[in-house]
């Protein structure tokens, strides 16, 4: 096997582990939820499901940056979709954050 070949493989071994490790955060919040578990526990959940986000736009060449301007790009847009949603103020408060 080539090293290019090795560099692919581990790449994809990679990616596919961040996946496993993403649905296995998002079954613990699930999880964490239905057990009504300390807001900590849904805090470490949320920040460990946002940190293999981030690491997985960073595998697929997705800078953390092009995430938070896309997000926000959405959140703009909901905004303007729904002006009278029930998630105003939250979306407001998601967009300030983005825009720092």
């Known amino acids: 096997m080539s090293e290019k070949e090795f560099d692919i493989a581990r790449s994809v071994h990679m990616t596919e582990g961040l996946q496993c490790q993403m649905l296995t955060l998002l079954s613990g919040f699930y999880e964490a939820m239905h057990k009504n578990a300390s807001k900590a526990e849904k805090t470490e959940l949320l920040a460990d499901l946002e940190t293999a986000l981030y690491l997985m736009g960073q595998r697929l060449g997705i800078s953390p940056e ?5 997000a926000a790009a959405n959140v703009r ?3 303007l979709q729904e002006e009278k949603s029930l998630w105003r103020e939250d979306l407001l408060e998601v967009l300030r954050r983005l825009e720092k």
């Open 66 to 70: 092009t995430l938070d301007r896309k």
């Open 77 to 79: 847009l909901s905004l």
